[in-house]
């Protein structure tokens, strides 16, 4: 067999397809058992010759785009969680191009990042080759589930041509304003040599190798999201997406309408400038507190204590200085604030629940009414003033206004407006809405990533730019500085501006990154005088941001999409991932998208407008899958076992699609019995008229299915098919007609199958283009139905009948069956209740 198909493998897929029909029946006939490997195999080849699912674009028809959240390709491969969304996609790509839509159903690779780049440390192998092995790995797993991808459309972010995209989507939003640098405290790690999310920091530490911490002002690069906050919270109002993502989504952008407040310091000219979203409460503020990174912290008296303090500070995360810690910790300055409204003075302190950099870095501190200021208060005997009647302190919720003076009576929402307005007539404050989003820090300090496509001017000790022959920057280190403050933008004849080639990537105590050691790269000359690169690279959002776009463009080079292939394919019609990406992802690549349409550069205004979580499959022992559990299943160990087909099959009918859901390897043997009764029905499909409970099971099921994938119901839809697979397989001469409409049902989901099924029912085709099953609703109504008879509320009998039989036919039905006549003789009939095609019940006394 393997001889036959390489001999026609080399004549192309056209000569193939009779082959295919022939081959297959001849098979059959030789033996009842279904061979998985062989049929896997010859299919997967045949769609790969043949090109089966290449996307197209055709005017008299309409479009479906099928997204999955691209991988990120490591060195482990794929586990069986991973197949269960880009399964799910699969199907309704298959699905979609059999009910006639035109389908992009693309995958790429999510390349660059830490994790390649910790590799090639550890290992001494370049990430470049350890991307492209493991691509390599996930491709050829991929393919093996059989999905359905045009693989002309492969992309990954580490491609040349990618990149280069990339980099000028980076330089419209710099050219727009929309990226700057700025002074931002990040947490820095010398002994890694990057700046770490808040998550990756535990007291202090890295999460990674236990490495100090500290919380510093770095030059980055920011891309200014906040200026789409409000655009970002508008859009998710039509989008078709999971409740929880959406609220995750508003609650990340964090929008608060309040008042700004403004405490004069006692004795200066300075102020300090408060947000609140209860200004009913300002005469409950007994003391103000500011960040530890406030510009007037070390300017208050107290400095050594304020200084020590702070040092502390910035050696916790945010996440460690925001958590409900039992003990909270700060230090007073010496100076007091002036009430803007009593005039009395408060005390300023020092404390680390508040952070520089969300809001105006200071809050005033009503402890009646707040958690963490009350614990605050209690901490340190500070006053606490109820100006909320309410219950037990402290009481947050609304109230009646007391202990505040002309505002005393007034309920919660009239008092915010009362006390809005009495400060703007002091000029002490206004109304103000502010975001709990903040701007993008986009810089790394790594190898694996875009380099940022800016240079700078390299100047001479008196500030003039350095020319050529002046001193070389590659060969000291003195003599110069680049002037940060002049960025310019790469050109776009140059990009992409790639990677330089080194063996040289192991991060450095230098915040600048390990590009600032490779000084050829770094400085350059252009015009006689020398400039530099910026050293910092693009962090792996970035190549996640816009990937859906590129899918639908790859292989041009003049543009990153061109507007015919926009209005082509985009948006998204369905994408499909985890819930782990609800946030960040979702919010960046909505912020480009929503950039890109305001600059004319993309026709739709959001990109994606069915999002579905798949939920986490679980290993056998209830817990999340990872190697240090051991409880990781391989699915080329379940193929190699039981074939893609049965894989895809247990996955979607473990449960509903966003459910979590354990594994059970031995629950697989179900499904592998059912994809052998399919191809058992098929293998003796007879010309034979369809009779009577067959023709309604059919029809049934038929509408059953296409309901049920259409509401991404896989789970009901495969059980359907058991119930019609096992009907026709049980039947000594299946009818035809019925097993080609069940091999049309189950391709999408066992597309092996359903291919190898068709091919044993006589057609030379692929069933991956053919019209979608259709049902007769006229033909979904059983011509009988078996009604339960009840005396006195106890069934006594079962009769057959029409759905719709008239009451009269059903009694006479009724009282003919002897368990009715038993317990109904001798007694007066008093009732009778008939309700077509469901019951009879019998009243008799």
Known sequence: MRALMLCFAARGASALRPALRTTTRTLVARRAAYDVAQVEEKWQRFWDDDKTFRSQRNADRDKKYILDMFPYPSGSGLHVGHPEGYTATDIMARYWRMKGFDVLHPMGWDAFGLPAEQHAINTGTHPRETTLKNIGTFKRQLKALGLSYDWDRELSTTDPDYVKWTQWIFLQLFEAGLAEQKEVPVNWCPALGTVLANEEVIDGLSERGDHPVVRAPLRQWVLKITEYADKLLAGLDGLDWPAGTLRSQREWIGRSEGTSVKFQVKGSSEDVEVFTTRPDTLMGAT??????????????????????????????????????????????????????????????????YVLGAYGTGAVMAVPAHDTRDYAFAEAFGLPIVRVVDGGDLPYTDPGVCVNSGEFDGLKTGKAKKAVTYKLSQLERGEKKVTYKLRDWVFSRQRYWGEPIPITFPVLDQNGAPLPEGALDPRVTDEGFEIDFSKPEAVPVSQLPLQLPETDD???????????????????????????????????????????????????????????????DWLPVDLYVGGAEHAVLHLLYARFWHLFLHDQKKVQAPEPFKKLVHQGLILGADGEKMSKSRGNVVNPDEVIAEHGADALRLYEMFMGPLEAVKPWQTAQVSGVV???????????????????????????????????????????TAISQLMVLSKHLEGMKEPPREACEKLA???????????EECWSVLGHSESLAGHAWVEWDEAKCVDATVTMAVQVNGKVRAKISLAPDAAEDDARALAFAEEGVQKFTEGKDVKKVIYVPGKILNIVAK
């Open 744 to 754: 049309l049902m189950v391709s999408p989901f066992a597309p092996h199958l359903g």
């Open 673 to 715: 019995r059912f994809r052998d009764r399919v191809f058992q029905a098929c293998a003796k499909a007879a010309d034979v008229a369809i009779d009577e409970e067959t023709e309604v099971l059919l029809h049934k099921s038929m509408r059953k299915v296409t309901t049920d994938i259409d509401q991404l119901g896989f789970n």
């Open 287 to 352: 003391y103000v507190v500011l960040a530890p990174e406030h510009p007037l912290a070390l300017k208050l008296g107290n400095e050594d204590a304020v200084k020590e303090y702070a040092d502390a500070a910035a050696r916790k995360s945010d996440l460690d200085r925001t958590a409900d810690a039992k003990t909270k910790t700060g230090v007073p300055t010496a100076s007091f604030a002036v009430h803007p409204i009593s005039g009395e003075d408060v005390p300023i302190w020092v404390a680390d």
């Open 505 to 567: 990537y192991a991060p450095g105590e230098d915040p600048a990154g390990c590009l600032a050691r490779i000084k050829d790269w770094r400085f350059y000359v252009e015009d006689g005088h020398w400039r530099a690169r910026e050293t910092n690279t693009m962090p792996q959002w970035a190549g996640s941001c816009w990937y859906y776009l590129r899918y639908a463009d790859n292989g041009n080079d003049a543009e990153f999409i061109s507007p015919q292939s926009d209005e």
